[in-house]
C-alpha cells in the first residue's frame, strides 16, 4: 500500500463542519506526547535518548517484580516478565527502527504511533487471553513515555495535547477528554467508537467542532502527521488528499461560511413563525469561552448551563466562593438576559462525581442527576448558595435533573429554602424570586407533569434521556444505538403530556437543535427551545419561516402515528417545504 495516496474513510457524521490539518492520532488510556520535526542527523540522537529510557523502565520493572515477589510470591511477580518481554520486543524496536527515517519525528512520538498500532490490532484478535494483555502493554507505552519525557515532550495523562491545529483521531473520546479539546488547537475529531446521541457528540456539536464516529479500524490505520480532511458534513475522513480534493473542500467551506454568515446577521430578529408565534430561544452552555457567544449569537439568554464541566474539571471541587464567582460572571455577562443553572448532573455516560469503591452493574440507572446532589448536601448547599448569590447581579434561575417525582421535588426545595434562610442571616443578598425548575428526563416524570407542575416554575425537556428512559435504549451502546429514535410515539406522546400541564416548557436536548424537526416541537407546543451557540442561527431561520398553526396541525397527526418513521416524515415535510434552502 502506498500511504501517498489519497485514502477515504466513512464514518457517521454527527457535528457538521470541515476541518483542514494534520492527523493527531490518540491511543485508548494513553495520551500522546507531542509531535517535535526532527532532522536525519538527530535520528541517533534520539535513539540514544530511547535506549536510555528503555533501561530506566526496564529498571523500573524490575524493582516492581522483586517487591511483589517479596509480598505476594512468584507467581503474582510473573506479570513483570511478561512486561520486561514487550519493553524488548524485537518486532517494536525494528519498526520503529524502520520509521524514523521515514517520519522524521521525535522518538516519543514515533514510539507512540507504532505501539498503539499494535495495540490496537492486539484488540482485533479472536483470542480472549491476549486481548486482556493490551492492558499490559499500555503500562509499558506510558512508564517509557514517562521516562523519555525529559521537558521536551510533556504528556498530559487522559488530555489530548497538541503543539499545532490538528485533527483528532481516536478510538473513542471520553466527555472530560472532550470538554478539554477547546483549548488543545483541535480542529475536528473522528473516532471508531461512539453515536450521535452519546455525550461526546453533543458535546462536539456544542463546541462548534467538526465530529465524524463509527469509522472501522481507524486508529489502526491511520498514520500521525498525516494532512487530512475531516467532513462533518458526510462523515468522511480524507487522509493525503490530493490538490483536487483540498480545493474542492476549501470552495465548499467558503461557501458554508458565507451561507451561515448570513443567517448570523440575522441574530437580531425575533424567533417568530410567521402567524406570529413567539419562540423563546436560548442558548445552551458548557464551558467559560462560550460566555460572550451568547450576546454574539442573539440569544434569549442561557436556557441550560451545565456546570459540571466547571465543577468536576479541575483538581477538585470548587468551594462556595469559587462557584460565586463563576456563576456570577455569567449572570452579568448575559443580562438583562435569564441564565438558567442546572445543579450537577453527573453520572452514566457524563462526568463522574467520585470514584465509586465498587461499579455499577447498571449506571444509567444508578447515582446519577439530582440522587448525587441529596446524598450530598453540603456541597449541594454550597452549589445552591452560589447561585443564590450570583441572581443578585442579573437574572437567574435554577433547574434539577433526573427528577423522577414529587418526593425528590419537595426535598430540593426543603434544602433550597434552608439555603435562603442562611444567606438570610448572613446579610447576603439574593433575588427572593428566583425561578426554580426540573427536568423532564425521566417518564414517570413527565407522567406526573400535572402534579409537578403545582411545585416550580418551568419544565426543560431533555430529549435525550427521555428517549433513553422510555425505550429502554443506551444511546452509547453502538449494538442498539440504531433503534434510538426520538420521534418514537411514546416519547412525543410524553412530550405532549408535559407541554399540556401548562407552564412554560422548554426543549433542550438535541431534538431542539435538528431542523426537521423544530416544526414538530413548535406545534406540540413548546414556549422555548435552548441549543448550542454555533445553532441558533439555522433554528431562528426555521421558525421564522413556519406557520404556526400549520405545525399544530401537523403535531396533532403525529400523535396520532403508529411509529417513529411516520412521524419524522410528517415533521420534515413541513421543515422542507417552509425553508428548502437549509437542506441543501
Known amino acids: 500500500m502506498n500511504e501517498g495516496f489519497e485514502r477515504r474513510f ?22 500522546a506526547p507531542l509531535i517535535r520535526s526532527i532532522l536525519p542527523t538527530e535520528i541517533e540522537a534520539e535513539w540514544q535518548r530511547f535506549e536510555e529510557a528503555l533501561n530506566r523502565t526496564e529498571a523500573e520493572l524490575q524493582v516492581l517484580k522483586a517487591r511483589v515477589e517479596e509480598l505476594s510470591g512468584a507467581s503474582e511477580a510473573a506479570i513483570f516478565d511478561a512486561h520486561l518481554l514487550f519493553l524488548r520486543d524485537r518486532m517494536i524496536i525494528s519498526r520503529i527502527r524502520k520509521e524514523m527515517p521515514k517520519r522524521l519525528q521525535n522518538i516519543d512520538s514515533v514510539y507512540y504511533a507504532v505501539v498503539q498500532n499494535f495495540m490496537e490490532a492486539m484488540r482485533q484478535v479472536d483470542d480472549a487471553y491476549l486481548r486482556s494483555r493490551v492492558v499490559d502493554i499500555g503500562d509499558v507505552l506510558q512508564r517509557v513515555l514517562k521516562n523519555l519525557d525529559q521537558g521536551r515532550a510533556r504528556t498530559r495523562k487522559n488530555k489530548p495535547v497538541s503543539s499545532e491545529p490538528c485533527i483528532l483521531a481516536a478510538h473513542d473520546l471520553a466527555p472530560s477528554d472532550t470538554a478539554d479539546l477547546d483549548s488543545q488547537n483541535v480542529l475536528g475529531f473522528v473516532t471508531e467508537a461512539g453515536s450521535a446521541i ?25 498514520r500521525v502527521g498525516h494532512p487530512a480532511i475531516l467532513d462533518g458534513y458526510n462523515g468522511v475522513l480524507i487522509l493525503n488528499p490530493t490538490q483536487e480534493t483540498r480545493e474542492y473542500y476549501e470552495r465548499l467551506q467558503a461557501e458554508k461560511e458565507k451561507a451561515y454568515q448570513a443567517l448570523v446577521d440575522m441574530k437580531d430578529l425575533p424567533a417568530e413563525t410567521q402567524d406570529g408565534r413567539r419562540i423563546h430561544l436560548a442558548c445552551n452552555v458548557d464551558f467559560v469561552h462560550e460566555y460572550s457567544a451568547v450576546k454574539r449569537s442573539g440569544a434569549d439568554g442561557v436556557g441550560l448551563y451545565r456546570t459540571e464541566f466547571f465543577l468536576l474539571g479541575g483538581d477538585g471541587l470548587p468551594d462556595e466562593e469559587a462557584q460565586y464567582q463563576h456563576y456570577r460572571r455569567l449572570v452579568e455577562e448575559c443580562a438583562p438576559q435569564e441564565v438558567i443553572f442546572r445543579t450537577l448532573d453527573s453520572g452514566g455516560d457524563k462526568l463522574p462525581f467520585e470514584v465509586l469503591e465498587e461499579k455499577e452493574d447498571n449506571p444509567f440507572l444508578g447515582w446519577r442527576g439530582i440522587r448525587v446532589s441529596l446524598s450530598r448536601p453540603a456541597i449541594f448547599k454550597e452549589q445552591l448558595r452560589a447561585i443564590l448569590r450570583a441572581s443578585a447581579h442579573g437574572k437567574a434561575g435554577v433547574m ?61 425537556i431533555g430529549t435525550n434521556d427521555l428517549t433513553q428512559y422510555t425505550i429502554a435504549v443506551d ?8 433503534m434510538f429514535r426520538s420521534t418514537h410515539p411514546g416519547v412525543i406522546r410524553l412530550i405532549h403530556q408535559t407541554i399540556a400541564a401548562g407552564i412554560p416548557t422548554a426543549i433542550c436536548g438535541e431534538m431542539g437543535g435538528d431542523i426537521t424537526l423544530v416544526p414538530l416541537l413548535v406545534g406540540l407546543g413548546a414556549t422555548e427551545l435552548s441549543v448550542g451557540a454555533h445553532l441558533l442561527p439555522l433554528i431562528r431561520f426555521a421558525i421564522r419561516h413556519l406557520n404556526y398553526e400549520e405545525c399544530r396541525q401537523m403535531a396533532q397527526q403525529a ?22 434552502g437549509l437542506f441543501e
Open 198 to 222: 452519546s455525550h461526546t457528540a453533543i458535546l462536539a456539536r456544542s463546541l462548534g467542532l467538526p465530529a465524524v464516529v463509527a469509522v472501522p479500524n481507524l486508529v489502526m490505520e491511520s
Open 559 to 580: 400523535l396520532l402515528a403508529e411509529d417513529s418513521h411516520t412521524i419524522r416524515t410528517l415533521s420534515k415535510s413541513v421543515a422542507k417545504r417552509s425553508y428548502p
Open 400 to 460: 434539577f435533573p433526573m427528577v423522577s417525582g414529587l418526593t425528590e421535588v419537595k426535598e430540593v426545595h426543603t434544602i433550597l429554602e434552608a439555603c435562603r434562610q442562611e444567606l438570610r442571616e448572613r446579610g447576603e443578598p439574593f433575588d427572593e424570586q428566583m425561578r426554580v425548575g426540573i427536568m423532564i428526563e425521566v417518564p414517570s416524570a413527565a407522567m406526573m407533569a400535572d402534579v409537578l407542575s403545582r411545585y416550580v416554575d418551568f419544565f426543560s
Open 10 to 31: 466513512k464514518g457517521q457524521p454527527v457535528s457538521p463542519g470541515i476541518a483542514m490539518g494534520k492527523l493527531r492520532v490518540e491511543a485508548r488510556g494513553c495520551a
Open 475 to 482: 444511546r452509547v451502546n453502538y449494538r442498539v444505538a440504531s
